[in-house]
């Protein structure tokens, strides 16, 4: 298996734009999660899916954010309109089962200008 | 409120040394503890987790101690190299529920 697949690998866009970052787990997993790393905030948690369905989104920071699984390989996390403050590394991971090891992709690097 | 901390901020140790990094929480309801290991333009990874019924995992040059009176957990690596050079988070979650909650990460570098 390629492991988790996240693209775009960077993304830059200006202010007021909608950003779409897309993500495929490794096929089997049950659970996705999208994490969004900064150096002030460190890693954090956005919204987890399980069996495709949005289990824990309180991490999301607004309703700019929106985060969709239609099928089990393919999950978006949608900012429409982005910020400067969105600038980040947004990771994408899954997992096989329930409290087991995370796989995390290779990160989307988001510059809002 | 950060519910994990982690300390310290950075280390730097010689090759064939110990490299020690604490975490602390507050949940007790926290049961799973995972390290994740993410070098430079990669996506953390899994290094060692332990949960509360053991108090010490070992696994290679790698071992979590765990203390759960005192709510504590540690990551010792032994002989560092510098391909340990990375940065170290630990994290937390507790049953019912994936989500990790995570340190603000060490950085390890450690000279040849």
């Known amino acids: 298996d390629a492991g988790v697949i996240q693209s775009p690998r960077h993304e830059v866009t200006e202010m007021g734009q909608e950003v779409t970052l897309r993500c495929k787990p490794i096929?089997?997993?049950?659970?996705l999660f999208w994490y969004r790393q900064t150096m002030m905030r460190g890693l954090e948690l956005l919204i987890y899916?399980?069996?495709?369905?949005?289990?824990?989104d309180s991490g999301m920071p607004e309703d700019r954010f929106s985060a969709k699984m239609p099928n089990a390989s393919f999950s978006t996390l949608k900012i429409q309109p982005s910020e400067p403050r969105d600038s980040a590394v947004y990771f994408c991971?899954?997992?096989?089962?329930?409290?087991?090891?995370?796989?995390f992709g290779q990160g989307t690097r988001l510059t809002v200008v | 409120q950060q519910q994990v901390k982690q300390s310290p901020q950075s280390l730097i140790v010689q090759k064939g040394g110990i490299s020690i990094i604490n975490c602390a929480y507050e949940?007790?309801?926290?049961?799973?503890f995972p390290w994740y290991q993410q070098f430079p333009g990669k996506g953390p990874a899994l290094l060692i987790a332990?949960?509360?019924?053991?108090s010490e995992k070992k696994e290679g040059r790698f071992t979590i101690s765990f203390n759960k009176s005192a709510k504590q957990f540690s990551l010792h690596i032994m002989d560092s190299q510098p391909g340990d050079s990375a940065t170290y988070f630990c994290?937390?979650?507790?049953?019912?529920?994936?989500?990790?909650?995570f340190g603000k990460g060490m950085k390890l570098t450690v000279n040849p």
């Open positions: 949940n007790t309801a926290f049961d799973y």
């Open positions: 096929s089997g997993h049950d659970y």
């Open positions: 994290a937390a979650s507790q049953g019912g529920s994936e989500k990790l909650v």
């Open positions: 991971a899954s997992s096989p089962f329930f409290h087991t090891e995370a796989f």
């Open positions: 899916f399980n069996n495709n369905v949005p289990i824990d």
């Open positions: 332990i949960r509360p019924d053991v």
